[in-house]
């Protein structure tokens, strides 16, 4: 595929494929979507029939039952009123939205049958903190490629509910296939296949967390309403969700490596849900993140909105930046747990080296089948479509405002 020309290009599919909605809504072609959290809840809850209310509550708290509840109402508010989404990003928000209330039913339905599953008891994990774009994905599938750990793959952070007919591979292999044809470039910005490591980001999903939806839409109140809330709820269900995949793939045993530049923000509340994990801290010059980061989101944000603000968005990846550089230094110094810290740099200079160093500090062996699984990974993402994002970004300058 072609380097984007701008960091608001999008592909004619993407052009059509909203006007057709847009038209088919006006003229009554197809019913408008709505966003309303009421209307939400009723369509998904009627497949579930009058055990929605009970699949609601099984396994969590009144607390955590209310958070999500809270947050659906505040995001949809947010998305109707500040986003100004185009049709497709319409129909997207309310997919995503309407995939977020049925993976939570449906997680109640197995937990109310199999009370056991989200109180699994699991290894200590691995977890990666840093920034977006600070080389979090390189550390993490480098530790996943160790044979001594566990990993999430793409289908399971996606749909992370298990079934005993089992095709999440399929259903993730088909979610990324028309993720492509919308756009084409999400390869160079962050490689992904159905069946590879991935990032928790669809746990955190699950839970309402910003994450996911701010670097899709423009969502602001909803931003400073989640971070200003207590993200005990959002952890307490991800680590459910964690359990009860680790128990379905019989990987409980041995340590998940995980990732989501999100923990960086919400680190007081990881370390409080997993007191016992093993930290590497992925570093790299703030300046670079930025520019990444920039071209990351106005990606995602330019293929649901036709008003997207380059300066805002700037604007905003700084201070994202810097309230997780906040966060993580008031969360660090009360935490004593193993830790190691990976530079950028350093590791794209001697991977090896610097994995040696990280093993050392986490009191982990560094076996000779770890350091093939990682020579292997090494090997096969050299041609990845990765290396040419930050000839894209450099292309970018100098930057148009607005789209």
Known sequence: ????????????????????????????????????????????????????????????????????????????????????????GRAMAYGQLSRAIKQRLQFGQLWADHPALPKTEIAAPIIVIGHMRSGTTRIHRLLAADPAHSATRFCDSWHPVPSRFDARLLRGGLNLTIARWLNPWIDALHPMRSGRVEEELGWLACALNHSTYETQWRVPSFSAFSEA?????????????????AAHRRIAAKPRVMKVP??????????????????????????????????????????????????????????????????????????????????????????????????????????QPARAAMQREIAASEGSDHHSHADQIERFAPRSSAR
């Open 1 to 88: 595929m072609r380097p984007r020309a701008h960091p608001f290009e999008r592909t004619k599919l993407a052009d059509r494929a909203s006007a057709f909605l847009g038209k088919a809504w006006a003229k009554g072609w197809l019913p408008a979507v709505s966003l309303n959290p009421d209307d939400l809840w009723g369509i998904v809850a009627k497949s579930f029939g009058d055990k929605a209310a009970l699949f609601e509550t099984a396994g969590r708290s009144d607390e955590d039952v209310a958070d999500f509840r809270q947050r659906l109402s505040k995001l949809t508010h947010t998305v109707e009123h500040e986003a100004q989404l185009n049709p497709l």
């Open 262 to 367: 999100q923990f960086s923000e919400d680190l007081a509340a990881v370390l409080t849900q997993f007191p016992n994990a093993r930290l590497v801290i992925a570093q790299r010059e703030s300046e670079d993140i930025l520019n990444s980061a920039v071209s990351v989101v106005a990606n995602q944000m330019t293929i649901q909105s036709d008003t997207c603000d380059l300066d805002w968005i700037t604007a905003e990846c700084q201070r994202k930046l810097a309230l997780r550089d906040l966060r993580m230094q008031s969360a660090l110094p009360g935490w004593n747990g193993r830790a190691a810290q990976l530079q950028f740099d350093a590791l794209n200079a001697d991977w090896e080296s610097a994995m040696e160093v990280a093993y050392s500090e986490l009191d982990l062996e560094f076996s």
């Open 229 to 245: 809330r207590d993200a005990a709820p959002v952890y307490r269900e991800f680590a459910r969700i964690l359990r009860t995949d």
